[in-house]
């Protein structure tokens, strides 16, 4: 008898719970990393981080050019002791030069990966707000792309699909991306032009 009210009590919990309809939504995240903004200023912010390193890496390049001009020069004797020291400056350059790029690169796909992430939080956050505002249980990815059916390779690959039918109120990619600009324009520099983003996830959508 002690374990009957826990149990009638838990069985009632997991059959309300049970009893929550399914609903499905759709996204396309390469659509929405495509027209977030912020995407495009990381991307700037990476290639001006290249452009930084660009002056060391060409004039790198240039010293092992003008060293290898110094011992093609008709005036170097091949084996010579300043052709051996020649040698032994452009084998220094050129390790530094391949060590520099490791190292830029290593670099630069280690700031990508942190960017990457920062993007993926934002999108995952806001999804859900949007699932738990619209009352869906799982969002899943889809790509949305309309392509033409006419040559085989399409139709192949339309057939490929995991998402064969959807509803078009069922693909949040739209009311997400405008959030997500919404709010990144309003973190951003620029001049303010709305107010505040109300508290739910994106703008009214319909059922």
């Not at 009590?9 to 309300?16: I, L, S, V």
């Not at 495009?40 to 092992?64: F, G, H, N, P, Y």
């Not at 392509?147 to 997400?176: C, F, H, K, M, W």
Request: aromatic share 6%; glycine share 4%; proline share 4%.
């Amino acid at each position: 008898m002690l374990l009957a009210g826990p149990t009638s009590t838990a069985f009632a919990q997991g059959t309300a719970a049970s009893s929550i309809p399914h609903k499905v939504a759709l996204i396309d995240i390469s659509r929405v990393l495509k027209e977030y903004k912020k995407v495009d200023a990381l991307r700037s912010e990476i290639k001006a981080e290249i452009a930084k390193s660009e002056t060391q890496r060409t004039a790198m390049v240039k010293q092992m050019k003008t060293i290898k001009d110094k011992l093609n020069s008709p005036n170097i004797q091949q084996g010579s002791p300043k052709a051996v020291e020649l040698e032994k400056q452009g084998l220094k350059v050129e390790a530094e030069f391949n060590s520099f790029k490791k190292a830029e690169r290593t670099r630069i796909l280690r700031r990508e990966a942190q960017l990457l992430k920062t993007i993926h939080g934002e999108i995952k956050g806001v999804v859900k707000r949007a699932a738990d505002a619209w009352g869906y249980t799982l969002v899943l990815r889809f790509n949305g792309a309309a392509s033409d059916a006419a040559t085989p390779n399409n139709v192949v690959g339309q057939l490929q699909r995991q998402v064969v039918y959807y509803r078009t109120e069922d693909d949040i990619t739209q009311p997400v991306i405008e959030y997500l600009n919404k709010q990144y324009l309003k973190q951003s520099p620029a001049p303010r032009t709305t107010r505040n983003q109300p508290a739910s996830a994106t703008k009214t959508k319909k059922q």
